[in-house]
């Protein structure tokens, strides 16, 4: 960030330098472009910090693809775990054995509350709504002129929009 304000106060110096060396350059902004091209490195400044944005994308897309596949491996390795602990259920009941003592843990069976299972409607007292603003539609409403209380559009932003062929 040094860097790029460093650039911008020299092009910005160079812009003023070359403005009162020769006034006439104010009429041909092409001309003053071009002279402060060949002079400032500002430009390129810009570009690097670009390229180190557009890696930095790289990189975390190639992140979530890791994590998308470590999450598939964990999935498998904690159904594997949920089929070896069945395992072990099935042979403890088949073995009648009720604890199994070992130096690093103990293992004991043991009978569950029970899971609730929905087997068709459920009265409405017993259910839990989520209520979250809808932006979208939020958005659309503004847009169109309409009043949302509670809402309001931000002042529009500039963005950086970068194309890669």
Do not use: Y
């Amino acid at each position: 960030m040094q860097n790029l304000n460093l650039a911008v106060q020299a092009h910005e110096s160079l812009r003023a330098e070359l403005l009162r060396r020769w006034p006439e350059l104010i009429e041909d902004p092409d001309a003053l472009e071009d002279s402060l091209e060949g002079l400032s490195n500002l430009r390129e400044a810009i570009a690097a910090v670009i390229r180190s944005a557009l890696d930095d994308e790289a990189d975390c897309t190639s992140i979530a693809e890791r994590i998308k596949q470590l999450q598939f491996r964990r999935k498998r390795l904690e159904e594997r775990a949920d089929r070896k602990r069945a395992m072990a259920l099935h042979f403890c009941q088949e073995g009648r054995l009720q604890r199994i003592p070992a130096p690093d843990f103990t293992a004991s069976v043991s009978m569950t509350k029970g899971r609730v299972i929905i087997t068709g409607r459920v009265d409405d007292k017993w259910m839990r709504i989520k209520k979250e603003e809808d932006k979208t539609k939020i958005g659309e409403a503004l847009r169109a002129g309409e009043n949302v209380d509670g809402a309001t559009l931000s002042n529009p932003q500039p963005t950086l929009v970068i194309r890669t062929t």
